[in-house]
Every structure is written in structure tokens, then in C-alpha cells.
């Protein structure tokens, strides 16, 4: 599976912020089941995102450079096919190495952990 590519912008090693989401939903294939590939095409406007939108207008920058300043991943990786399919307590406990790995690798200065 190929949802261990995170997002990582071009300039994060100057800012080293992580956002952190807290899971996915939905069944994709290829690069659009990762964050990486996602976020491209998000940028390259073949999908559209209004969760992603919101956060780089609440950031008060173009979405284009806020999302090149970041890395990004969720907590939890798929979820559900819905929005409304939330993760379980275990689900949690199972992220947990991951997170701690990607904090070692990408030695963020801030972590800002975004949830409901």
C-alpha cells in the first residue's frame, strides 16, 4: 500500500511545521491513496478539497505556498468510506508508532494536530 507518502512541501525544511490530521475516508487507488498524491492533485486542481481550502484560507495564505511549507499526514489512516466514519480508540493506539517514526524523520519544530 502506498499511504506512507506523506506530503512534504518544497519549503518545509524551512519552516519543519507538520500538520497532523486526524484520519481519511473514502477508497482511492494509486497515488490519490496518499497524502503526496493527493495533495498534487489538489494542487494541480484534478480534485477538489474544501477541508483543504479551509485551512490554508484560515492560515491567511495562498494554497499554494501554505501547502509547500508543510508536511502533512493524518493520525489515523483510512477510516471508512464516509466522513461520518470515525476512528475507533484502537485505531489510535495503532497510529501510534507510526507518529512517533514520522517525528524522528522529519524532526518538526511544530506540530499543529488538527481534529474535531
Same mark, same amino acid.
Not at 50 to 63: D, E, L, Q, V, W
Not at 92 to 114: C, G, M, S
Given at each position: 500500500?502506498?499511504?506512507?507518502?506523506?506530503?512534504?512541501?518544497?519549503?518545509?525544511?524551512?519552516? &519543519?511545521?507538520?500538520?497532523?490530521?486526524?484520519?481519511?475516508?473514502?477508497?482511492?487507488?494509486?497515488?490519490?491513496?496518499?497524502? /503526496?498524491?493527493?495533495?498534487?492533485?489538489?494542487?494541480?486542481?484534478?480534485?477538489?478539497? &474544501?477541508?483543504?481550502?479551509?485551512?490554508?484560507? /484560515?492560515?491567511?495564505?495562498? &494554497?499554494?505556498?501554505?501547502?509547500?511549507?508543510? /508536511?502533512?499526514?493524518?493520525f489515523v489512516q483510512r477510516?471508512?468510506?464516509? +466522513?461520518?466514519? &470515525? +476512528?475507533?480508540?484502537?485505531?489510535?493506539?495503532? /497510529?501510534? +508508532?507510526?507518529?512517533?517514526?514520522?517525528?524522528?524523520?522529519?524532526? +518538526?519544530?511544530?506540530?499543529?494536530?488538527?481534529?474535531?
Amino acid at each position: 500500500m502506498t499511504q506512507e507518502k506523506i506530503w512534504c512541501g518544497k519549503y518545509f525544511l524551512k519552516s &519543519r511545521v507538520l500538520v497532523l490530521g486526524e484520519s481519511w475516508y473514502g477508497n482511492y487507488e494509486g497515488e490519490l491513496a496518499t497524502d /503526496a498524491g493527493w495533495i498534487q492533485a489538489y494542487l494541480e486542481n484534478h480534485v477538489t478539497d &474544501r477541508m483543504y481550502t479551509k485551512i490554508s484560507n /484560515a492560515c491567511g495564505m495562498p &494554497r499554494e505556498l501554505y501547502w509547500h511549507e508543510i /508536511a502533512f499526514t493524518n493520525f489515523v489512516q483510512r477510516v471508512g468510506e464516509n +466522513p461520518t466514519d &470515525r +476512528p475507533t480508540k484502537k485505531c489510535y493506539i495503532n /497510529a501510534k +508508532p507510526r507518529l512517533k517514526k514520522l517525528l524522528n524523520e522529519l524532526k +518538526p519544530q511544530a506540530v499543529w494536530i488538527l481534529e474535531k
